[in-house]
């Protein structure tokens, strides 16, 4: 049996994709990633309702032992909130959650170092394949 190794989160929609904004996610699945950096596990947790950098989520997400983030983008709120909370944030991730997880685990997923500055209802965050 596999130990669990690292617990992984993504910001995901309705239809199974990493949302473009964490902070206006329906819901985090979590990943569990065992030692040898395979998929062992996942659940779903629910969004809180709110801006996501002004909620509880990041003492939520530590508490629950995630380590690290899979996210379509977010603001610096969010970003210092949940460094501060020691989860490493992945920002620029885009598509289905199962193929974001599977090129994370092949090590080709980096920070787009992009983040997001506007917040009102009408607003969309972008990135660039």
């Known amino acids: 049996m596999s130990t669990i190794n690292q617990l992984v989160a993504v910001p995901t929609n309705n239809e199974q994709c990493v949302d473009d904004h964490f902070g206006h996610c329906q819901f985090y699945t979590i990943f569990s990633i065992d030692s040898d950096r395979k998929i062992c596990g996942s659940s779903v947790f629910p969004s809180p309702q709110g801006c996501g950098c002004k909620s509880d989520i990041a003492s939520v997400l530590k508490a629950k032992g995630v380590t690290v983030m899979l996210a379509g983008n977010m603001g610096q709120g969010a970003l210092n909130v949940l460094t501060k909370y020691g989860i490493e ?9 199962s193929d974001v997880m ?11 170092g992009e983040g997001c500055t506007q917040h009102d209802d009408a607003h969309e965050c972008n990135h660039s394949e």
């Open 89 to 97: 944030v992945v920002r620029g991730c885009f598509g289905s959650v």
């Open 102 to 112: 599977d090129s994370y685990l092949q090590g080709k997923v980096k920070d787009s």
